[in-house]
C-alpha cells in the first residue's frame, strides 16, 4: 500500500480546494473577527481534508469511518460558520450558495466513503477510491 494513499481520493483533493477557498474568504472579513469567527472557520474547514488523512492512518476499518465522520460533523460546523458570516455581512448571499454547494459535494463524497469503507473495507471499485 502507498504510504500516502489519501492523496489519491478525490474527496480529500475537494476537500483541500473547499478549505483553500474558505481561507481566501477570511482574509475579507473584519480585523476584529481575527481570533474569534476566523480562527474558528479555519480550524473548522482545515479539519475535513486533515481528518480524511488521519483516518486513513488507521488501520481498522471502523477507526478510519470513525475519522470519515468526525469530517462529516467539520463540514457542518463550516457551513454554519458561513451562515453566520453572511448574517454579518462578511460575505454576500451569493458567496454562502457557492460555498454551500461545495460543501454539498464533499459532503456527499464522504457518505460515498464512509459507506465504502464499513461495507467493503478499505477499497472497492467506487471511483472515488482508487485501488491501491
Known sequence: MEEF??????VYK???VLSHQVCQLIK???VEERFALCD???RSVMSVPINIAEGFGRFSSKEKAHFIQIAFGS???VMCELELACDETYITHEQLNIMEE?????????SVLHRSILTNGDYNTNPLIPNP
Open 75 to 77: 463540514l457542518n460546523e
Open 28 to 30: 475579507k472579513f473584519p
Open 14 to 16: 475537494n476537500a483541500k
Open 5 to 10: 494513499y489519501y492523496r489519491k481520493l478525490e
Open 40 to 42: 474558528q472557520l479555519r
Open 102 to 110: 461545495q460543501i454539498i459535494s464533499v459532503k456527499k463524497q464522504l
